[in-house]
C-alpha cells in the first residue's frame, strides 16, 4: 500500500548537520511516518515520527531537542532534519510507516524503507 525510499546518507564531521528525506510512493498521506536508527551492534530503536496530517509530531530518545520531523504530503515526502550530529550518532537510519500513531515498537511498523547510512566523524 505504501513504498519508501530514502535520500542517501552521509558522511559528516561532528556539529554539522542533515537531513535525510523518505519519498513515498502509493497511500502515503495516509500514513503515520516514523524515523529509526541503527548503531553497530545494538537493536535498531524509534527516533521519531510524525503523524499523517503533519500536525503532530513526537520525539523519544538521545536526538529529542536535536531533531525536526516533517512532511509535504503533496510532494509524499517526509524529512528528518538533524543538527549537533556527534559520533555517536553514526547508524543506519530508516522511515517506516504505520496505521496507529501511538506506535514506537519495531513491530507495530507496516512498511520499511531500504535505510541510509549517515556517518559522524569526530
Known amino acids: 500500500q505504501v513504498q519508501l525510499v530514502q535520500s542517501e546518507g552521509g558522511l559528516v564531521e561532528a556539529g554539522d548537520s542533515l537531513r535525510l528525506s523518505c519519498g513515498g510512493s502509493g497511500r502515503f498521506s495516509e500514513f503515520n511516518i516514523g524515523w529509526f536508527r541503527q548503531a553497530p551492534g545494538k537493536e535498531r530503536v524509534f527516533v521519531g515520527a510524525i503523524n499523517w496530517r503533519g500536525d503532530s509530531t513526537n520525539y523519544q530518545g538521545p536526538m529529542k531537542g536535536r531533531i525536526t520531523i516533517s512532511r509535504d504530503n503533496t510532494q509524499n515526502m517526509a524529512w528528518i532534519q538533524m543538527d549537533s550530529l556527534e559520533p555517536e550518532d553514526t547508524a543506519v537510519y530508516y522511515c517506516?510507516?504505520?496505521?496507529?500513531?501511538?506506535?514506537?515498537?519495531?513491530?507495530?511498523?507496516?512498511?520499511w524503507s531500504q535505510g541510509t547510512q549517515v556517518t559522524v566523524s569526530s
Open positions: 517506516a510507516a504505520t496505521w496507529d500513531f501511538r506506535a514506537k515498537e519495531e513491530h507495530e511498523w507496516m512498511f
